[in-house]
């Protein structure tokens, strides 16, 4: 089934693997949709989800990252950032 609302990567995990479940179930899929699907953010902390984890907690947006801070210490070296000290 379709599912364009948002991208899978804008879902959270948990209602990902839940909404898997009911895939053959449909009145309960439609029940759940209705109630449980996360809410469509157009601001607030929970909007940026990092690119790699998925988290949605320190998340840097500045200069198009999308890295949250343990998963930008992983890649920053890859994405041409340099330590000086
Ligand atoms: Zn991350």
Redesign the pocket.
Known sequence: MSFSAFGDDMAGKGFERNRKQLANKPVKLARFMKFSKPKERKFGANLHR??????TS??TVKYGLY??????REEAEKLGFRKYS
């Open positions: 990092c690119r790699k984890c998925g988290k320190g998340v890295y949250c801070r343990q998963c930008f």
